[in-house]
């Protein structure tokens, strides 16, 4: 039987796999947590549902990598580690791609989800939506139907 981690990951690539952004949603209160904590941050609750979120966040921070440990990333370096903080609350570690050349990254900057193929994997990664402001004014509310269909989104399930 695979350790938490291990289910956690491949429920997370997964998702991935198929275009979609998965985050675990606590069974008890509704709130979503970080992929790979055992318990609710919140509540403490073991019960998680896997739902799929917009991939819509902010820049929380970031460093940009210029030495990597690992062979295979060597080719993309300097590259950005970000952490991004998710419109549903969680901040995830991630990576941040298509800063325009000789741009740095900015803090609060709005960003959105998109997949890159790294070796077997396909891995969420983050792109700044700030060159379409238009977007970012109209920002509809946490689960607001409204705002929220007019732009384009992957599918909701789960909610
Ligand atoms: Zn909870």
Same mark, same amino acid.
């Given at each position: 039987m695979?350790?938490?981690?291990?289910? +956690?990951?491949?429920?997370?690539?997964?998702?991935?796999?198929?275009?979609?952004l998965?985050?675990?949603?606590?069974?008890?209160c509704?709130? !979503?947590?970080?992929?790979?904590?055992?318990?609710? $941050?919140?509540?403490?609750?073991?019960?998680?549902?896997?739902?799929?979120?917009?991939?819509?966040?902010? =820049?929380?921070? &970031?460093?940009?990598?210029?030495?990597? =440990?690992? $062979?295979?990333? $060597? !080719?993309?370096?300097? &590259?950005?580690?970000?952490?991004i903080? =998710?419109? /549903?609350?969680?901040?995830?570690?991630?990576? =941040?791609? #298509?800063?325009?050349? #000789? /741009?740095? *990254? /900015?803090?609060?900057?709005?960003?959105?989800? +998109? &997949?890159?193929?790294?070796?077997?994997?396909?891995?969420?990664v983050?792109? *700044?939506?700030? !060159?379409? *402001?238009?977007?970012i004014?109209?920002?509809? *509310?946490?689960?607001?139907?409204? #705002?929220? $269909?007019?732009?384009?989104?992957?599918? /909701?399930?789960?909610?």
């Amino acid at each position: 039987m695979p350790d938490h981690q291990s289910k +956690v990951s491949m429920i997370f690539l997964d998702a991935a796999a198929r275009g979609r952004l998965m985050l675990p949603r606590c069974g008890d209160c509704g709130k !979503h947590n970080i992929p790979g904590d055992p318990t609710c $941050a919140f509540c403490g609750s073991f019960r998680f549902d896997w739902v799929t979120v917009s991939g819509r966040g902010v =820049l929380f921070s &970031y460093a940009v990598v210029h030495h990597v =440990l690992d $062979a295979s990333l $060597a !080719h993309e370096v300097p &590259y950005v580690v970000a952490l991004i903080r =998710l419109e /549903q609350g969680p901040i995830i570690v991630s990576r =941040l791609v #298509g800063t325009e050349e #000789g /741009q740095q *990254p /900015q803090v609060g900057a709005h960003v959105k989800v +998109v &997949y890159q193929v790294t070796g077997q994997h396909v891995l969420p990664v983050f792109t *700044p939506t700030s !060159h379409h *402001p238009q977007l970012i004014t109209r920002e509809a *509310p946490q689960g607001g139907a409204q #705002g929220a $269909a007019n732009r384009a989104r992957p599918p /909701q399930t789960g909610s």
